[in-house]
């Protein structure tokens, strides 16, 4: 089965610019995760939706980060404007299920790493 | 709120070594636990689940990992490591009820030498 798809791999931009990033999910998936990992500490969830509603988002900085999810299968993630601190991996991931009604486990895509200088 | 903790930040070993990774995670209900691991240049890969029964999981490549719950605790474990388990080793915790949030611990990074 195909994996979780993300793009860009690298992405390069100065602070205030703009950027977004693309998720294709496992087919079938209704729970979608963006994580930002910066080096040295582990993912921290950004968003999560259960097909193309927003579950939590209790962690994502609204003023400058947003995300959608419109037909419940891919998803975009941008950030504008960008500010250094923003430079990390994000990390995609999707799960059969995330509603609790089933327990599944969560497969993550390469991760799309941006340096913002 | 769900909170992971992980012990060691860098460990390192010899090869054949014994290697025990210590999770602990803060949720006051039901929980499902996993470990992670991401190889390097590679993307996060599961490596054990527990979601209920047996506290002993058994993953792949030899790994293993006991659920206390008294202790809340996940510890990773494996009797002689290799070379190759080289990597970077994630614990997370996710609710078992409602729309679970999965959170992550900090990270062991494991170096194994010949």
């Known amino acids: 089965e195909a994996g979780v798809a993300q793009s860009p791999r690298y992405k390069i931009i100065e602070k205030r610019q703009s950027v977004a990033f693309w998720c294709n999910p496992i087919s079938g998936h209704a729970t979608l995760y963006w994580y930002q990992q910066i080096l040295g500490q582990g993912p921290k969830l950004l968003i999560q939706?259960?097909?193309?509603?927003?579950?939590?988002d209790s962690q994502l900085p609204k003023d400058r980060f947003s995300a959608e999810r419109l037909k419940g299968v891919d998803s975009t993630l941008k950030i504008q404007p960008a500010k250094l601190e923003d430079s990390a991996v994000y990390l995609c991931a999707s799960s059969l299920d995330g509603t609790g009604r089933m327990n599944t486990e969560a497969f993550f895509g390469q991760g799309t790493r941006l340096t913002v200088v | 709120a769900q909170s992971v903790s992980q012990h060691n930040h860098h460990v390192i070993l010899s090869e054949a070594a014994s290697l025990e990774l210590g999770c602990n995670y803060s949720y006051g209900g039901t929980v499902n636990l996993f470990w992670y691991v991401q190889y390097p240049g590679q993307h996060l890969q599961l490596l054990l689940k527990?979601?209920?029964?047996?506290?002993l999981v058994k993953g792949i490549k030899g790994f293993e990992a006991e659920f206390i719950k008294s202790k809340f605790s996940f510890n990773l474990r494996k009797p002689s490591v290799q070379w190759s388990d080289t990597a970077e080793y994630f614990c997370?915790?996710?609710?078992?009820?409602?729309?679970?949030?999965?959170?992550f611990g900090a990270g062991t990074r494991l170096a194994v030498h010949p």
């Open positions: 997370a915790v996710s609710s078992s009820g409602g729309y679970n949030k999965l959170i």
């Open positions: 939706f259960q097909n193309n509603g927003v579950v939590d």
């Open positions: 527990y979601f209920s029964g047996d506290p």
